[in-house]
């Protein structure tokens, strides 16, 4: 299972990995809807509703799977598998590849992470979250880093 980027990156950024993998495993892979297009109604796309989403896609493949993840949803990824082996849920996964992606952003802090650290949430929340406009479903949204963006072709 290849958990996609998030954040603006969708899932034909994997193209290349898929291809590869094909012609050895069955590939699935996961992919989100953007929020713009999301209504209200459809729930809060929250931490813990992602980490959910992940159990509920390996619990579909089952037992004996294995994990790759990509960038933003690598902390969502090593949690979902906590969770499971926690659990002893069966279709915990067999393995798990992290790839990318800030597990501990202390350790070698990027200019990004120094960012985040310097200023305060409300600094954040004031200057990089949108609020979706009335003309797509997702009205009144809250969104980082935008609405407007859609997947690459």
Request: charged content about 15%; aromatic content about 8%; some cysteine.
């Amino acid at each position: 299972m290849l958990v996609a980027p998030l954040s603006g990156h969708f899932a034909t950024l994997l193209r290349n990995t898929v291809k590869t993998l094909l012609p050895e495993h069955d590939v699935y892979v996961t992919d989100w809807h953007n929020a713009r297009d999301a209504p209200l109604s459809a729930g809060r796309f929250g931490f813990d509703d992602y980490v959910e989403h992940l159990i509920k896609f390996l619990e579909v493949i089952g037992p004996g799977a294995h994990i790759v993840a990509v960038c933003q949803p690598c902390v969502a990824t090593l949690v979902a598998a906590a969770v499971m082996a926690q659990t002893g849920n069966p279709a915990q996964p067999r393995s798990m590849t992290l790839m990318a992606g800030p597990i501990d952003c202390r350790v070698n802090p990027t200019k990004v992470n120094e960012l985040a650290t310097s200023k305060p949430m409300s600094w954040f929340e004031q200057n990089l979250i949108a609020t979706v406009p009335l003309r797509y479903p997702g009205a009144f949204r809250k969104v980082y880093p935008g609405f407007v963006r859609s997947p690459p072709s």
